[in-house]
T-cell receptor, first 112, second 109 residues
Framework: DGGITQSPKYLFRKEGQNVTLSCEQN?????MYWYRQDPGQGLRLIYY???????QKGDIAEGYSVSREKKESFPLTVTSAQKNPTAFYLC???????????FGPGTRLTVT | GQNIDQPTEMTATEGAIVQINCTYQ??????LFWYQQHAGEAPTFLSY??LDGLEEKGRFSSFLSRSKGYSYLLLKELQMKDSASYLC??????????WGAGTKLIIKP
C-alpha cells in the first residue's frame, strides 16, 4: 500500500524543547512539503523540497528546520525559536509541483 | 499580493445541491485544485482544473473561468458524510500552491 506516514499523531512538549516530526512516503514522489494549519485557517507552507538534498523556505519557515537526505523522508524540526508551535502539522508529497499533493494523516503538536 | 477567497461557512440540506465559490488573484495561473478535509484529518484531492469549463466526477463537479479568476465546486445529492471543509488552491506562475482558508460545509438532515 503506497502512502505517506506521519508519526506520532499527537505530540506534547514543554516550551523550550526542540521536537522532530517524521514524514515518510513510499509513493516515489520527488516533491515533499510541510504545512501548518491553525484553527479556521488555510494551509501555510513551512518548507518544501523538490529533490533530495535540496529544500526551500515557504511562507513561515522561521523557527523550523528540515532535511532531505533520502527521497522517502522529510523530517521537520520545530525549534524553541518558534514562538507559537502549537498547531496541526501536515506533510504532503507530489510526483511533480504541477500535480496534486497527497497528504499524511498529520501530527497535532501541543507545546505548554 | 496573492489572495484566494472562499465563504467561511455554508449550510445545506441532505439530498440537495450546494455550490461553493472560490475567487483568486494570483501572479500567474497553472491550475486550480479542490480538496476535501474532514475535521481533524488530512485534506484529500477532489478535482483539478487548468482549462476553462466544467469537470464532472460523480456527484462532484468543478468549474473554472480563468478570465474571471473564478471557480466553483458543485456537490449534488448531498450526504451527511459530505460535511467537511472544502479547500480551494491555485498554482501560481512559480508553481507555488496558494491555499484558501477553506469553506466549512454543514449538512442538515
Amino acid at each position: 500500500d503506497g502512502g505517506i506516514t506521519q508519526s506520532p499523531k499527537y505530540l506534547f512538549r514543554k516550551e523550550g524543547q526542540n521536537v522532530t516530526l517524521s514524514c515518510e512516503q513510499n509513493l516515489n514522489h520527488d516533491a515533499m512539503y510541510w504545512y501548518r494549519q491553525d484553527p479556521g485557517q488555510g494551509l501555510r507552507l513551512i518548507y518544501y523540497s523538490q529533490i533530495v538534498n535540496d529544500f526551500q523556505k515557504g511562507d513561515i519557515a522561521e523557527g523550523y528546520s528540515v532535511s532531505r537526505e533520502k527521497k522517502e523522508s522529510f523530517p521537520l524540526t520545530v525549534t524553541s525559536a518558534q514562538k507559537n508551535p502549537t498547531a496541526f502539522y501536515l506533510c504532503a508529497s507530489s510526483s511533480d509541483v504541477t500535480y496534486e499533493q497527497y497528504f499524511g494523516p498529520g501530527t497535532r503538536l501541543t507545546v505548554t | 499580493g496573492q489572495n484566494i477567497d472562499q465563504p467561511t461557512e455554508m449550510t445545506a440540506t441532505e439530498g440537495a445541491i450546494v455550490q461553493i465559490n472560490c475567487t483568486y488573484q494570483t501572479s500567474g495561473f497553472n491550475g486550480l485544485f479542490w480538496y476535501q478535509q474532514h475535521a481533524g484529518e488530512a485534506p484529500t484531492f477532489l478535482s483539478y482544473n487548468v482549462l476553462d469549463g466544467l469537470e464532472e466526477k460523480g456527484r462532484f463537479s468543478s468549474f473554472l473561468s480563468r478570465s474571471k479568476g473564478y471557480s466553483y465546486l458543485l456537490l449534488k445529492e448531498l450526504q451527511m458524510k459530505d460535511s467537511a471543509s472544502y479547500l480551494c488552491a491555485v498554482t501560481d506562475s512559480n508553481y507555488q500552491l496558494i491555499w484558501g482558508a477553506g469553506t466549512k460545509l454543514i449538512i442538515k438532515p
